[in-house]
Structure formats: structure tokens, C-alpha cells
């Protein structure tokens, strides 16, 4: 019998679909020129470039000239601080960021800190994951050149009210980019309605290819490159375009941003059975991040008593695939600085399960899911020395 598999990791990335692959595939195939070249082969990608560019920048309500292509999520993220920081250092060198980013925020800020002279506040979140606009208000001076808060949380789903942050943030002069990966496709944008400068995407969270991202611009900002060389991407990014992710980022999008309220109510649906279920059936399991402010796919769990990496490793003999936190940071024996962030002690937040949605899951999926998910909770609760210790504890106070 073929053993089941159900992929719920979608946070961590998404299969490509099969429209996006037919797309790409003649870029890989027939249409190889360098569209930096003068001749027919490289003029014919050229246009196909321009083609999604203004794809992408429908999509979210940008102008095209505002679409810069990029490497993925975590270039883009770096292209957008350090391209402020260093393009307007004259003007301030104080950036605002809170505690739950994502590492391609964080450890960029860092290195600002450390190796460029910028001073950085940390936000702090609230139990649910989601930052204080008067604490954002108060930590404004006047030497602050960037703020750069995401717009939905990677391990916990938490969804940030950017476009107070926006309002914020023009009020005062500062400028504003947040990190949009886990938004887009799940998640209304539109850019010029929120009022963000700059915002990152990636493709592969919305059944695109890996490697290939973007970072939208607010026309008439400056930006020191991240990458030195040729002209490309109007002297922003140098290297050769990545055509075939280009177009294909481009049909992901198409495809993403169809009916996104669509398909935002059918996950949400599925969400909450998903934890509904795990609330209603496993005692002392707590939901981490917002019930309502969340993205319509994301459930972050913490399970008392034991360790998420043997939840994970219980679910993954099964065929199950989860994760405890961001990919990104897979491998760390420290618990995520994100539930670290909501005030949760390290033994809680040691157990946590990220469990992601999308376009493949099913109810049937999510029953299976909980239905073994409780038995291994219990099984390995009867291994745990501090849930024994709990219940001989409880029993005394009976």
C-alpha cells in the first residue's frame, strides 16, 4: 500500500503549477537570447521582460517603471534597507524594524549596525504578534531614514496594520518598506492604497520557481544597488535577467492574484477547522499569532510538555510535512525569536508546530493531520519527564 503523503509547509514554499511551468519552459527552450543583446533573439526576450513587469505591477497597483526584479524574497529585503540606508545615509541613519521579522530583515539590520554606524529599534509585538502604533510613533526621530515592518508574519501568520504604519511613517518623512513574501497571493495588495514605498515579493510561496522575486519602488526614490555591474533593471540590480522565472513569476502572480477573496474565504475555511480541531481535541495546546488577523493558511501551534522537532519527526514517518517555524531557520536549537517575542518561555516555545495550507489540502487532509497529530501529542507526553512532573504535581493539589 503506497504510504500517504500530505504536504502542509506551504509557508516554507509551493509547487510550481503546471500553467507557470508551460509558460517558462520556452525560455528555457527556444527563446535563449540575452535580452540585453541587440540582435532578434535577444530583443524578443526583452519584450517578454517588460510583458511581466507590467503583469506584476497591475497586480498590486504599481506603475511598471516601479517593478524591480530580484534574486527572491530575502535580496529583495536586502536591496530595500540597504538601498535606503546607504542612498539617503545624509538624511538619518536610525531604522525602525520589530522583533518578529523575518532574518532577511534582521540580521541586514544588524549588519547596518555593526559594520555601518546605524542605530536600530526593535519593536516590541504584543501576545498576538502584532506591533503598537504609538510605540512605533514614539520611536520616530528625527535622524529615523527607514521603517521596516513586515506585512505578514512568516511563522506566525500575524497580519501588521500597514497601512497605519504607512500613514506613520509619510507623516513624519520616513520611508517605509515592508517585506510582503507570505502576503501576496493570500492577501489584497495594492500598494498605492497602503501607501508603502517599498515592498518585497517572491515567487515560489505563490506556486512559482525559486530564485526569482521582486521589490516595488515608489517612483522618485533613490536606491544605492545592491548588486555592481552592468545596467540591468535600470542600473538597480546588475546581472543578467533571470527570463524564464521572470515570466514565470509573472503567470504565479496572474494566477495568485485572480480571485484572491475567493480563494482567501476557502482557506480561511479550512484554517479554522484545522484549529478548531486541534484546540477542541489536545488538552494544554495553545494557537500562536492572531485568531482573526491572520493569513487565511497559516496555524502555529505550541504543544506543552514536549519538543517540536519530535512532533515534526513523528508527522514526517506518517508522510505529513510540517515545519516548526521558518525554513530559513531549520536546523537552530534555539527556540524562534519570533514566540520568544510574544512572551512565551522557552520550554513552550520549544514546542511549536507550523502548520500551512494551500491549494492542495483538503478536509480530509486536515483530519488525518489531527487525528494522528493527537495520538503522537499523548504518546510522547508519556515519554516527557515535565509532564509527569505536572501531573503528579495536579494530583497533590486535588
Given at each position: 500500500?503506497?504510504?500517504?503523503?500530505?504536504?502542509?509547509?506551504?509557508?516554507?514554499?509551493?509547487?510550481?503549477?503546471?500553467?507557470?511551468?508551460?509558460?517558462?519552459?520556452?525560455?528555457?527552450?527556444?527563446?535563449?537570447?540575452?535580452?540585453?543583446?541587440?540582435?532578434?533573439?535577444?530583443?524578443?526576450?526583452?519584450?517578454?521582460?517588460?510583458?511581466?513587469?507590467?503583469?506584476?505591477?497591475?497586480?498590486?497597483?504599481?506603475?511598471?517603471?516601479?517593478?524591480?526584479?530580484?534574486?527572491?524574497?530575502?535580496?529583495?529585503?536586502?536591496?530595500?534597507?540597504?538601498?535606503?540606508?546607504?542612498?539617503?545615509?545624509?538624511?538619518?541613519?536610525?531604522?525602525?524594524?520589530?522583533?518578529?521579522?523575518?532574518?532577511?530583515?534582521?540580521?541586514?539590520?544588524?549588519?547596518?549596525?555593526?559594520?555601518h554606524g546605524f542605530e536600530v529599534t526593535y519593536l516590541d509585538v504584543d501576545?498576538?504578534?502584532?506591533?503598537?502604533?504609538?510605540?512605533?510613533r514614539a520611536a520616530i526621530k528625527d535622524n529615523t531614514v527607514l521603517i521596516?515592518?513586515?506585512?505578514?508574519?512568516?511563522?506566525?501568520?500575524?497580519?501588521?496594520?500597514?497601512?497605519?504604519?504607512?500613514?506613520?511613517?509619510?507623516?513624519?518623512?520616513?520611508?517605509?518598506?515592508?517585506?510582503?513574501?507570505?502576503?501576496?497571493?493570500?492577501?489584497?495588495?495594492?500598494?498605492?492604497?497602503?501607501?508603502?514605498?517599498?515592498?518585497?515579493?517572491?515567487?515560489?510561496?505563490?506556486?512559482?520557481?525559486?530564485?526569482?522575486?521582486?521589490?516595488?519602488?515608489?517612483?522618485?526614490?533613490?536606491?544605492?544597488?545592491?548588486?555592481?555591474?552592468?545596467?540591468?533593471?535600470?542600473?538597480?540590480?546588475?546581472?543578467?535577467?533571470?527570463?524564464?522565472?521572470?515570466?514565470?513569476?509573472?503567470?504565479?502572480?496572474?494566477?495568485?492574484?485572480?480571485?484572491?477573496?475567493?480563494?482567501?474565504?476557502?482557506?480561511?475555511?479550512?484554517?479554522?477547522?484545522?484549529?478548531?480541531?486541534?484546540?477542541?481535541?489536545?488538552?494544554?495546546?495553545?494557537?500562536?499569532?492572531?485568531?482573526?488577523?491572520?493569513?487565511?493558511?497559516?496555524?502555529?501551534?505550541?504543544?506543552?510538555?514536549?519538543?517540536?522537532?519530535?512532533?515534526?519527526?513523528?508527522?514526517?514517518?506518517?508522510?505529513?510535512?510540517?515545519?516548526?517555524?521558518?525554513?530559513?531557520?531549520?536546523?537552530?536549537?534555539?527556540?524562534?525569536?519570533?514566540?520568544?517575542?510574544?512572551?512565551?518561555?522557552?520550554?513552550?516555545?520549544?514546542?511549536?508546530?507550523?502548520?500551512?495550507?494551500?491549494?492542495?489540502?483538503?478536509?480530509?487532509?486536515?483530519?488525518?493531520?489531527?487525528?494522528?497529530?493527537?495520538?503522537?501529542?499523548?504518546?510522547?507526553?508519556?515519554?516527557?519527564?515535565?509532564?509527569?512532573?505536572?501531573?503528579?504535581?495536579?494530583?497533590?493539589?486535588?
Amino acid at each position: 500500500m503506497e504510504k500517504k503523503r500530505i504536504y502542509m509547509d506551504y509557508a516554507a514554499t509551493t509547487p510550481i503549477k503546471k500553467e507557470v511551468v508551460d509558460a517558462m519552459m520556452p525560455y528555457l527552450t527556444e527563446h535563449f537570447g540575452n535580452p540585453s543583446s541587440v540582435h532578434g533573439f535577444g530583443r524578443d526576450v526583452k519584450k517578454v521582460i517588460d510583458e511581466s513587469r507590467d503583469k506584476i505591477a497591475k497586480a498590486v497597483n504599481a506603475k511598471p517603471e516601479e517593478i524591480f526584479f530580484t534574486g527572491g524574497g530575502s535580496e529583495s529585503d536586502n536591496m530595500a534597507i540597504k538601498g535606503i540606508a546607504f542612498a539617503y545615509k545624509d538624511k538619518g541613519n536610525h531604522i525602525i524594524t520589530s522583533k518578529i521579522e523575518h532574518h532577511a530583515v534582521l540580521h541586514t539590520c544588524e549588519y547596518l549596525e555593526k559594520n555601518h554606524g546605524f542605530e536600530v529599534t526593535y519593536l516590541d509585538v504584543d501576545k498576538d504578534g502584532i506591533i503598537s502604533l504609538e510605540e512605533l510613533r514614539a520611536a520616530i526621530k528625527d535622524n529615523t531614514v527607514l521603517i521596516t515592518i513586515m506585512q505578514a508574519n512568516n511563522e506566525i501568520g500575524t497580519v501588521q496594520p500597514v497601512k497605519e504604519i504607512a500613514q506613520i511613517a509619510s507623516e513624519k518623512g520616513v520611508f517605509f518598506h515592508t517585506d510582503a513574501v507570505q502576503a501576496l497571493g493570500n492577501i489584497e495588495i495594492d500598494v498605492k492604497d497602503l501607501g508603502v514605498d517599498l515592498m518585497s515579493f517572491t515567487a515560489h510561496k505563490i506556486y512559482g520557481p525559486k530564485g526569482i522575486g521582486a521589490l516595488y519602488m515608489r517612483k522618485g526614490i533613490k536606491l544605492h544597488p545592491l548588486i555592481h555591474g552592468g545596467s540591468q533593471e535600470r542600473k538597480k540590480r546588475a546581472g543578467t535577467e533571470n527570463v524564464a522565472g521572470i515570466v514565470a513569476f509573472a503567470k504565479a502572480v496572474e494566477l495568485a492574484t485572480k480571485d484572491v477573496a475567493g480563494h482567501a474565504k476557502e482557506q480561511s475555511q479550512l484554517r479554522d477547522h484545522l484549529i478548531d480541531s486541534v484546540l477542541s481535541r489536545i488538552p494544554y495546546a495553545r494557537l500562536n499569532g492572531h485568531r482573526q488577523k491572520r493569513l487565511p493558511g497559516n496555524a502555529n501551534f505550541c504543544f506543552e510538555f514536549i519538543e517540536g522537532e519530535a512532533i515534526l519527526l513523528s508527522l514526517d514517518l506518517l508522510g505529513v510535512a510540517a515545519s516548526s517555524g521558518s525554513a530559513c531557520t531549520s536546523g537552530s536549537l534555539d527556540p524562534s525569536h519570533v514566540l520568544m517575542a510574544l512572551g512565551l518561555p522557552h520550554e513552550i516555545a520549544h514546542g511549536s508546530l507550523r502548520l500551512t495550507i494551500g491549494d492542495m489540502t483538503t478536509k480530509e487532509d486536515i483530519d488525518f493531520v489531527v487525528d494522528n497529530l493527537e495520538k503522537i501529542v499523548v504518546r510522547l507526553r508519556e515519554l516527557s519527564p515535565l509532564y509527569d512532573k505536572f501531573v503528579r504535581e495536579e494530583s497533590q493539589h486535588v
